[in-house]
């Protein structure tokens, strides 16, 4: 399939600074893809560079087998939305939607009508007349979205536009974002540094950082199978164990694992390496007799969250290292578990990743 965006060995150089360092990504048409990463990484630039707000200092875009890679924006066919909302303070909503279409002189019963039905999209119906003032932030993001997608843009670009929202709003809006998505089949690219965020609406997450992409992938690709050292750091909880290669396994401490993933594989014996494995890969129930990787140690500290607690456990056979574990607030309380109390663990072979 011919990708519907594509980017070419996309740099960006400020002085001597590289914020990107020759980008290559295709999406595909009808994608939602969200740029993830810290703060500094690239993100926002390379959105700002699909949109032809910032000019690349080399590289090739296509949208829709067309190069854009030297158009102006206005000549791009995309609608964007931003963190800010941007909207027109003086405009009420009705004009803050239609702006676009009043740009290309689209007749003004047209006009009046796509606003009504986009309006009636992002579930504000009846608010042509109110100004910007007059709505909660939720609202007005949802007036930018309609204001995006009125010129039907074959490619919509989200930068951060939930991050000023408080969290039950952009929990609400975000998955009506993607229902709309869904429903209009427009490739939609969103940069965001909120990792649930990406993982609820993201067909394919590029995880970037300082100016390169470190993976591709679905948010199960890139959460169960982190490619680098910095996709398993960055994303998600993760546990973090020294170890060196043995004969018989991973020598972490005193105990040898055992590790049934390829990454394990091709490690010379003595070569220092790092585990990775997520609280949720750590059991403390059912271990059978006979389970690799088992071990005990003392609950040092229970971190409420809600509906589970985070528990780190202190193992001296594992060198003192802490190793932490979901456990839900039931099999705490029905274990009659507390800080000090001594408890079981096993490490699921099949989930451990090893990097050198």
Not at 80 to 98: K, R
């Given at each position: 399939?011919?990708?519907?965006?594509?980017?070419?060995?996309?740099?960006?150089?400020?002085?001597?600074?590289?914020?990107?360092?020759?980008?290559?990504?295709?999406?595909?048409?009808?994608?939602?893809?969200?740029?993830?990463?810290?703060?500094?990484?690239?993100?926002?630039?390379?959105?700002?560079?699909?949109?032809?707000?910032?000019?690349?200092?080399?590289?090739?875009?296509?949208?829709?087998?067309?190069?854009?890679?030297?158009?102006?924006?206005?000549?791009?066919?995309?609608?964007?939305?931003?963190?800010?909302?941007?909207?027109?303070?003086?405009?009420?909503?009705?004009?803050?939607?239609?702006?676009?279409?009043?740009?290309?002189?689209?007749?003004?019963?047209?006009?009046?009508?796509?606003?009504?039905?986009?309006?009636?999209?992002?579930?504000?119906?009846?608010?042509?007349?109110?100004?910007?003032?007059?709505?909660?932030?939720?609202?007005?993001?949802?007036?930018?979205?309609?204001?995006?997608?009125?010129?039907?843009?074959?490619?919509?670009?989200?930068?951060?536009?939930?991050?000023?929202?408080?969290?039950?709003?952009?929990?609400?809006?975000?998955?009506?974002?993607?229902?709309?998505?869904?429903?209009?089949?427009?490739?939609?690219?969103m940069v965001t540094h909120d990792q649930e965020e990406?993982?609820?609406?993201?067909?394919?997450?590029?995880?970037?950082?300082?100016?390169?992409?470190?993976?591709?992938?679905?948010?199960?690709?890139?959460?169960?199978?982190?490619?680098?050292?910095?996709?398993?750091?960055?994303?998600?909880?993760?546990?973090?164990?020294?170890?060196?290669?043995?004969?018989?396994?991973?020598?972490?401490?005193?105990?040898?694992?055992?590790?049934?993933?390829?990454?394990?594989?091709?490690?010379?014996?003595?070569?220092?390496?790092?585990?990775?494995?997520?609280?949720?890969?750590?059991?403390?129930?059912?271990?059978?007799?006979?389970?690799?990787?088992?071990?005990?140690?003392?609950?040092?500290?229970?971190?409420?969250?809600?509906?589970?607690?985070?528990?780190?456990?202190?193992?001296?056979?594992?060198?003192?290292?802490?190793?932490?574990?979901?456990?839900?607030?039931?099999?705490?309380?029905?274990?009659?578990?507390?800080?000090?109390?001594?408890?079981?663990?096993?490490?699921?072979?099949?989930?451990?990743?090893?990097?050198?």
């Amino acid at each position: 399939m011919t990708p519907y965006l594509r980017l070419a060995g996309v740099r960006k150089d400020f002085g001597s600074f590289s914020a990107l360092k020759g980008i290559d990504l295709d999406i595909n048409q009808g994608e939602f893809v969200c740029f993830l990463g810290p703060s500094g990484c690239g993100k926002t630039t390379l959105l700002r560079i699909i949109a032809g707000l910032e000019v690349q200092t080399a590289g090739r875009i296509e949208l829709a087998g067309r190069d854009i890679s030297q158009l102006p924006p206005a000549e791009r066919d995309y609608g964007i939305v931003f963190q800010s909302y941007a909207l027109f303070p003086n405009l009420n909503v009705a004009d803050n939607v239609a702006y676009g279409l009043v740009n290309r002189k689209v007749p003004k019963t047209q006009a009046r009508a796509r606003v009504a039905e986009l309006l009636a999209l992002v579930g504000l119906p009846g608010s042509e007349a109110k100004f910007p003032a007059q709505l909660s932030g939720g609202q007005q993001q949802r007036i930018a979205l309609a204001r995006a997608l009125a010129t039907k843009p074959g490619l919509l670009l989200l930068d951060e536009p939930l991050s000023a929202l408080d969290a039950i709003v952009r929990v609400k809006l975000r998955s009506e974002i993607r229902s709309l998505q869904r429903q209009l089949g427009v490739t939609t690219i969103m940069v965001t540094h909120d990792q649930e965020e990406a993982f609820a609406v993201a067909d394919r997450i590029v995880v970037m950082n300082q100016g390169s992409i470190e993976q591709v992938g679905t948010a199960m690709q890139v959460y169960r199978e982190p490619a680098t050292l910095f996709v398993a750091d960055f994303v998600g909880r993760i546990n973090a164990l020294p170890a060196t290669a043995h004969a018989g396994g991973l020598r972490v401490g005193q105990q040898v694992l055992h590790c049934e993933h390829s990454s394990v594989n091709g490690h010379e014996s003595g070569r220092e390496l790092r585990i990775y494995l997520r609280p949720e890969d750590v059991l403390a129930r059912p271990i059978a007799a006979g389970d690799s990787n088992v071990f005990e140690g003392q609950i040092e500290k229970i971190d409420f969250m809600g509906p589970y607690c985070l528990v780190r456990v202190r193992a001296d056979t594992l060198g003192a290292q802490a190793i932490t574990v979901y456990l839900s607030l039931n099999y705490l309380a029905e274990a009659q578990l507390a800080e000090g109390s001594r408890l079981p663990l096993r490490l699921l072979p099949e989930r451990m990743r090893v990097f050198s």
